[in-house]
Nanobody, 127 residues
Framework: QVQLVESGGGLVQTGGSLRLSCAAS????????MGWFRQAPGKEREFVAT????????LHADSVKGRFTISRDNAKNTVYLQMNSLKPEDTAVYYC????????????????????WGQGTQVTVSS
């Protein structure tokens, strides 16, 4: 099982930026699709972004497109979520997830496909 350690959450004002990091274990990290999801109080967990193992393909939810960018550094076994132009509605616990079965090409959009999850990091955007 892939172990995931998240960091980078915090409190920021509207319009500010944060970068979340997720460090993963495993020797075949480049073959893992990675994803970011978030869950706000009283709401279901929702898809934010995903990136394939090689880092050549990514997909972002419409709600964050143009503001958030997912990326990865396979040499560091780390995936990132750069969050710019933050809004109060972005306030949530953000979770990193890994799919060791995806290979290097496929992106994974469904939470059901991810077998490994981090503990989450809180992002709070104040107005």
């Amino acid at each position: 099982q892939v172990q995931l350690v998240e960091s980078g959450g915090g409190l920021v004002q509207t319009g500010g930026s944060l970068r979340l990091s997720c460090a993963a274990s495993g020797r075949t990290f480049s073959a893992y699709a990675m994803g970011w999801f978030r869950q706000a109080p009283g709401k279901e967990r929702e898809f934010v972004a995903t990136i394939n193992g090689s880092g050549s393909r990514s997909l972002h939810a419409d709600s964050v497109k143009g503001r958030f960018t997912i990326s990865r550094d396979n040499a560091k076994n780390t995936v990132y979520l750069q969050m710019n132009s933050l809004k109060p509605e972005d306030t949530a616990v953000y979770y990193c997830a890994a799919d060791p079965a995806s290979g290097s090409w496929y992106i994974v959009r469904s939470a059901y496909e991810y077998a490994n999850w981090g503990q989450g990091t809180q992002v709070t955007v104040s107005s």
